[in-house]
């Protein structure tokens, strides 16, 4: 083992060395005085368009998709949903299911930050600002091996670097919460923004006893969140930019968890979270057309999950996440040949304190977080130094190429040590890919080539957690779960408006992590897979039409150990229909959003039985599941109104200059028809009788918008 880490150590001394040398070549090979630069103009990164040997499996959304989608309130992470095999789980949680996955499944980055949370409440509004948003690009799986370990989809989300005026800002009043963002240019080599977020959601659960069948005491701290964000960029050279971001957001809430969502005493009485985290990353971007790209990152990140409930049950843990990362695109020979290289070195101080519990966990319909040993609750408090070693080569280059078709493929292999279990892996992943026919640009019509077509395939690991070593009876012979993609992707564009995509994938999960309740310990038991097809469908007419189709076919499986049967994974949805429309005209936007979705996996009851605590000899009912099965299915249609009252207006008056003043008013309307979609299914304190619970009924969305 020594061996191994000391070159995987080397290896990425190397590739350090790699990146540092090619901006120190390129400082010499045009090297710029600040007198010599004259006005420098912070331009976005470059897109070169002529690179087929960069096409990657990936779902790339714009700006203008996040701030005129139907049913999402503007809110950009939201807008997901919209891809196939993409969706959230429910009206209220938004944590992203993809391609069969869990949330633990997915790492969220923002600007090269990572993101504590990204959505608060688990769903209310993401923690990130849509205004300032340049794209968001999806990876569901089978991607290569720039992307770090501990996931198997990434969503990366990209703001932009460059304002249209030297200072503008924008003010957002709604029901939910209010947000301010401002940004300007700094002179002609520099930009910012600041943005900043704070709920006011006291009058909307005063109205939600009216609207849905909850208990009027249920809430008794109304759930509250703020975040911020802010963004500085300064134009070193026409070839160096720096940039220093942050990012922050807390969530609090407390309720009251009475028999019908405990059956169990101990576990009734208050519930009430509290989840900070922040973020600051210092990048220097450095960047030759046709040459090379690399970025050089300094980040420290800082989160906290606390909850406590019960009978005097606690949970906390803690880490602050110092990390440098660097990662080098430099052209062998442009643009056939590619080479990629990168490193991570994170160290990761984490603490966890535990009053007899654990975290929420999937699989387990009756739920029970306590840990006990002879009828005690465990304490555990124990602080830890982590350390984590990342480092991975790939390379890209076109294989072949005639007037019938082009041969293209990816080579990468990304190796990760994690200190904790003393594991080392080496996770290989590659793409083949083909288009066939030749380019016809001068084309008018529909025309059958040229076709592309990508073969994926992806080892991906992920580390187990600190709780899961440290909790209950330790653990640390723990091994790192795994699983291997295969990803087949068609992508068509019919003409030059219409184009469709259609993919079909199957993962092999390994060694997953679960709690095993007789061991009181977490280990590696669980497997599964997943495969399923997927397949949108876009159109567009100029800049007046907008219309998306996607459907989606999911099957996804789960075994929890080997002594127990295959079971559908709870938070999978076979089935997924969506359409979306959008259309423009002069002040005025409308847009539609139809979906449609299998229901949601509940354990229905087959009977109940009498149970007798042996240590406090207290009687109570425990239920009998039935094989699971799924409630009707979901389908909600949501309607967007939007109107620009006025449009570049100029005030002056007296010490207040504003050369364009705009205004806007939005009206949604969720869940037009008033369907009663499934939230989930209770019961009542003796298990007798099953009770459903509602989404969203139908629910008006208003917003004022100004923007100068």
Same mark, same amino acid.
């Given at each position: 083992?020594?061996?191994f880490i000391f070159r995987s150590l080397k290896h990425l001394l190397i590739l350090l060395l790699l990146i540092t040398a090619s901006n120190a070549f390129c400082q010499n090979d045009e090297s710029i005085d600040d007198d010599d630069v004259g006005d420098i103009v912070v331009l976005p990164p470059i897109e070169v368009t002529a690179e087929r040997i960069e096409m990657k499996p990936r779902h790339t959304l714009s700006t203008d998709v996040f701030r005129y989608a139907t049913g999402s309130g503007g809110d950009p992470l939201r807008v997901l949903n919209l891809l196939p095999s993409v969706g959230t789980l429910n009206d209220f949680v938004g944590i992203l299911s993809v391609r069969g996955g869990g949330p633990e499944d997915n790492i969220y980055y923002f600007d090269r930050l990572p993101l504590g949370y990204p959505y608060h409440l688990y769903g209310i509004v993401s923690t990130v600002n849509a205004d300032v948003i340049q794209?968001?690009?999806?990876?569901?799986g089978g991607y290569g091996a720039e992307f770090g370990s501990n996931s198997q989809a990434v969503i990366d989300i990209s703001s932009r670097r460059l304002a249209a005026s030297k200072f503008s800002g924008k003010l957002n009043l709604n029901p939910v919460y209010s947000q301010v963002f401002s940004e300007g240019n700094i002179g002609t080599r520099g930009y910012w923004y600041l943005f900043g977020r704070r709920s006011y959601m006291g009058p909307l659960f005063e109205l939600l006893p009216h609207l849905l069948e909850i208990e009027d005491d249920l809430v008794t701290q109304v759930p509250s969140f703020w975040s911020y964000q802010s963004k500085f960029v300064y134009q070193l050279s026409k070839i160096h930019r720096l940039e220093f971001n942050t990012i922050a957001a807390d969530d609090g809430a407390e309720f009251r968890i009475g028999p019908d969502e405990a059956s169990d005493s101990d576990l009734r009485g208050p519930l009430k979270s509290e989840n900070p985290f922040d973020s600051q990353g210092i990048h220097l971007y450095s960047e030759k057309e046709n040459r090379f790209k690399s970025v050089l990152s300094l980040t420290r990140s800082f989160s906290r999950n606390e909850l406590i409930y019960g009978e005097g049950y606690y949970y906390r843990d803690l880490e602050t996440v110092f990390s440098l990362r660097g990662d080098l695109k430099y052209w062998i020979k442009f643009p056939k040949f590619l080479l990629e290289s990168g490193f991570e070195l994170t160290n990761l101080p984490s603490s966890l304190t535990s009053v007899g519990s654990r975290p929420l966990e999937e699989g387990d319909w009756d739920y029970d977080p306590r840990i006990k040993i002879d009828g005690e609750k465990v304490y555990t408090h124990t602080t830890q130094d982590l350390h984590r070693f990342e480092g991975y080569l790939q390379a890209t280059q076109a294989l072949f190429s005639s007037r019938y078709i082009d041969f293209y493929g990816t080579l990468g292999i990304r190796g990760s040590y994690f200190n904790i279990i003393d594991s080392f892996s080496l996770q290989p992943r590659g793409l083949?890919?083909?288009?066939? #026919?030749?380019?016809?640009?001068g084309d008018v019509g529909v025309t059958l080539f040229p076709i592309d077509v990508r073969f994926m395939y992806g080892n991906y690991v992920q580390s187990p957690k600190f709780y899961q070593i440290v909790l209950g009876h330790e653990n640390p012979d723990l091994s790192p779960s795994s699983a291997t993609h295969y990803v087949v992707e068609i992508e068509k564009s019919i003409t030059s408006d219409t184009r469709f995509e259609v993919a079909g994938y199957l993962k092999y999960l390994r060694d997953m992590i679960v709690y095993n309740l007789p061991e009181k310990q977490y280990q590696n038991e669980k497997t599964g897979f997943v495969r399923g097809i997927e397949f949108?469908?876009?159109?567009?007419? #100029?800049?007046?039409?907008r219309g998306w189709f996607a459907y989606s076919y999911t099957d996804s499986k789960r075994q929890d150990s080997p002594y127990e049967k295959e079971r559908d994974y709870m938070y999978s949805t076979p089935h997924v229909l969506t359409i979306n429309l959008n259309y423009f005209y002069s002040t005025i936007e409308f847009g539609a959003n139809w979906q449609y979705k299998s229901g949601i996996l509940y354990a229905p009851l087959d009977g109940n039985e009498r149970y007798t605590n042996p240590f406090t000899n207290r009687q109570v009912w425990i239920p009998i599941y039935?094989?699971?099965?799924?409630?009707?299915?979901?389908?909600?249609?949501?309607?967007?109104?939007h109107w620009s009252f006025f449009n570049d207006i100029t005030i002056d008056w007296l010490f207040l200059e504003i050369d364009k003043l705009n205004g806007g008013f939005t009206i949604e309307l969720w869940n037009v028809y008033n369907r009663t979609n499934s939230l989930q299914v209770r019961y009542n304190s003796d298990f007798t009788k099953e009770v459903p619970i509602a989404q969203l009924p139908i629910v008006p969305f208003l917003a004022f918008t100004i923007e100068f």
């Amino acid at each position: 083992m020594t061996f191994f880490i000391f070159r995987s150590l080397k290896h990425l001394l190397i590739l350090l060395l790699l990146i540092t040398a090619s901006n120190a070549f390129c400082q010499n090979d045009e090297s710029i005085d600040d007198d010599d630069v004259g006005d420098i103009v912070v331009l976005p990164p470059i897109e070169v368009t002529a690179e087929r040997i960069e096409m990657k499996p990936r779902h790339t959304l714009s700006t203008d998709v996040f701030r005129y989608a139907t049913g999402s309130g503007g809110d950009p992470l939201r807008v997901l949903n919209l891809l196939p095999s993409v969706g959230t789980l429910n009206d209220f949680v938004g944590i992203l299911s993809v391609r069969g996955g869990g949330p633990e499944d997915n790492i969220y980055y923002f600007d090269r930050l990572p993101l504590g949370y990204p959505y608060h409440l688990y769903g209310i509004v993401s923690t990130v600002n849509a205004d300032v948003i340049q794209n968001v690009e999806v990876y569901p799986g089978g991607y290569g091996a720039e992307f770090g370990s501990n996931s198997q989809a990434v969503i990366d989300i990209s703001s932009r670097r460059l304002a249209a005026s030297k200072f503008s800002g924008k003010l957002n009043l709604n029901p939910v919460y209010s947000q301010v963002f401002s940004e300007g240019n700094i002179g002609t080599r520099g930009y910012w923004y600041l943005f900043g977020r704070r709920s006011y959601m006291g009058p909307l659960f005063e109205l939600l006893p009216h609207l849905l069948e909850i208990e009027d005491d249920l809430v008794t701290q109304v759930p509250s969140f703020w975040s911020y964000q802010s963004k500085f960029v300064y134009q070193l050279s026409k070839i160096h930019r720096l940039e220093f971001n942050t990012i922050a957001a807390d969530d609090g809430a407390e309720f009251r968890i009475g028999p019908d969502e405990a059956s169990d005493s101990d576990l009734r009485g208050p519930l009430k979270s509290e989840n900070p985290f922040d973020s600051q990353g210092i990048h220097l971007y450095s960047e030759k057309e046709n040459r090379f790209k690399s970025v050089l990152s300094l980040t420290r990140s800082f989160s906290r999950n606390e909850l406590i409930y019960g009978e005097g049950y606690y949970y906390r843990d803690l880490e602050t996440v110092f990390s440098l990362r660097g990662d080098l695109k430099y052209w062998i020979k442009f643009p056939k040949f590619l080479l990629e290289s990168g490193f991570e070195l994170t160290n990761l101080p984490s603490s966890l304190t535990s009053v007899g519990s654990r975290p929420l966990e999937e699989g387990d319909w009756d739920y029970d977080p306590r840990i006990k040993i002879d009828g005690e609750k465990v304490y555990t408090h124990t602080t830890q130094d982590l350390h984590r070693f990342e480092g991975y080569l790939q390379a890209t280059q076109a294989l072949f190429s005639s007037r019938y078709i082009d041969f293209y493929g990816t080579l990468g292999i990304r190796g990760s040590y994690f200190n904790i279990i003393d594991s080392f892996s080496l996770q290989p992943r590659g793409l083949i890919g083909a288009t066939l #026919g030749s380019e016809q640009h001068g084309d008018v019509g529909v025309t059958l080539f040229p076709i592309d077509v990508r073969f994926m395939y992806g080892n991906y690991v992920q580390s187990p957690k600190f709780y899961q070593i440290v909790l209950g009876h330790e653990n640390p012979d723990l091994s790192p779960s795994s699983a291997t993609h295969y990803v087949v992707e068609i992508e068509k564009s019919i003409t030059s408006d219409t184009r469709f995509e259609v993919a079909g994938y199957l993962k092999y999960l390994r060694d997953m992590i679960v709690y095993n309740l007789p061991e009181k310990q977490y280990q590696n038991e669980k497997t599964g897979f997943v495969r399923g097809i997927e397949f949108s469908l876009e159109h567009r007419i #100029g800049n007046m039409f907008r219309g998306w189709f996607a459907y989606s076919y999911t099957d996804s499986k789960r075994q929890d150990s080997p002594y127990e049967k295959e079971r559908d994974y709870m938070y999978s949805t076979p089935h997924v229909l969506t359409i979306n429309l959008n259309y423009f005209y002069s002040t005025i936007e409308f847009g539609a959003n139809w979906q449609y979705k299998s229901g949601i996996l509940y354990a229905p009851l087959d009977g109940n039985e009498r149970y007798t605590n042996p240590f406090t000899n207290r009687q109570v009912w425990i239920p009998i599941y039935g094989d699971p099965k799924r409630t009707v299915p979901y389908h909600r249609l949501d309607l967007r109104f939007h109107w620009s009252f006025f449009n570049d207006i100029t005030i002056d008056w007296l010490f207040l200059e504003i050369d364009k003043l705009n205004g806007g008013f939005t009206i949604e309307l969720w869940n037009v028809y008033n369907r009663t979609n499934s939230l989930q299914v209770r019961y009542n304190s003796d298990f007798t009788k099953e009770v459903p619970i509602a989404q969203l009924p139908i629910v008006p969305f208003l917003a004022f918008t100004i923007e100068f």
